[in-house]
């Protein structure tokens, strides 16, 4: 138990700090910008684009907040436990990709049940593509990241065995 809280609580904590810096993004957009107001952020690349959003990525699931907010629950609840136990969480990299993924859920989370829908900023003006928030970000970085994670170490795990030295019996020789 006392394994666990040292273990976890300094992810906890940076989890709670991306968590602020989101809603802090968030708050500003809300009271300096009108619903639909957009603004440059870097020319030729981002705007800022006060957007209100009942759905999960890209709208999906329009008006469904009820559901997304469920399912926000319910996968903050299971992050949590994940980095606590330590169950999908082998390294340095692999707790801090599944923060950032509850970081991102939590974000996302407080707008749902505060506001009744999640508040995005950052649109791409040179390509259409969805427009997304802070926690968005922290999301998909962390998936991003896990997934690389895992390709990696399962390649890895693979180049290990096939250059292993087989014994005389063809079998991998005791270390």
Same mark, same amino acid.
């Given at each position: 138990?006392?394994?666990?809280?040292?273990?976890?609580?300094?992810?906890?904590?940076?989890?709670?700090?991306?968590?602020?810096?989101?809603?802090?993004?968030?708050l500003w957009v809300r009271s300096a910008m009108a619903l639909g107001?957009?603004?440059?952020?870097?020319?030729?690349?981002?705007?800022l684009y006060h957007l209100q959003n009942t759905g999960g990525a890209?709208?999906?699931?329009?008006?469904?907040?009820?559901?997304?907010?469920?399912?926000?629950?319910?996968?903050?609840?299971?992050?949590?436990?994940?980095?606590?136990?330590?169950?999908?969480? %082998?390294?340095?990299?692999?707790?801090?990709?599944? %923060?950032?993924?509850?970081?991102?859920?939590?974000?996302?989370?407080?707008?749902?049940?505060?506001?009744?829908?999640?508040?995005?900023?950052?649109?791409? %003006?040179?390509?259409?593509?969805?427009?997304?928030?802070?926690?968005?970000?922290?999301?998909?970085?962390?998936?991003?990241?896990?997934?690389?994670?895992?390709?990696?170490?399962?390649?890895?795990? %693979?180049?290990?065995?096939?250059?292993?030295?087989?014994?005389?019996?063809?079998h991998e020789a005791d270390p």
């Amino acid at each position: 138990m006392k394994e666990n809280i040292k273990r976890a609580w300094p992810w906890y904590l940076l989890a709670a700090a991306l968590v602020a810096a989101d809603q802090v993004v968030k708050l500003w957009v809300r009271s300096a910008m009108a619903l639909g107001e957009t603004r440059p952020f870097i020319p030729h690349f981002i705007e800022l684009y006060h957007l209100q959003n009942t759905g999960g990525a890209f709208s999906l699931l329009a008006g469904q907040t009820w559901m997304l907010t469920a399912l926000s629950a319910v996968a903050t609840v299971a992050l949590v436990v994940c980095l606590w136990g330590d169950y999908v969480t %082998t390294n340095v990299f692999s707790r801090l990709c599944v %923060t950032c993924v509850l970081a991102g859920a939590v974000g996302n989370l407080i707008d749902r049940a505060m506001f009744g829908a999640v508040t995005d900023m950052f649109n791409f %003006t040179f390509i259409r593509f969805g427009v997304f928030n802070v926690a968005d970000m922290w999301v998909v970085g962390g998936v991003i990241g896990y997934c690389a994670y895992l390709l990696f170490t399962q390649f890895k795990g %693979t180049k290990d065995s096939q250059t292993a030295d087989p014994g005389e019996d063809g079998h991998e020789a005791d270390p």
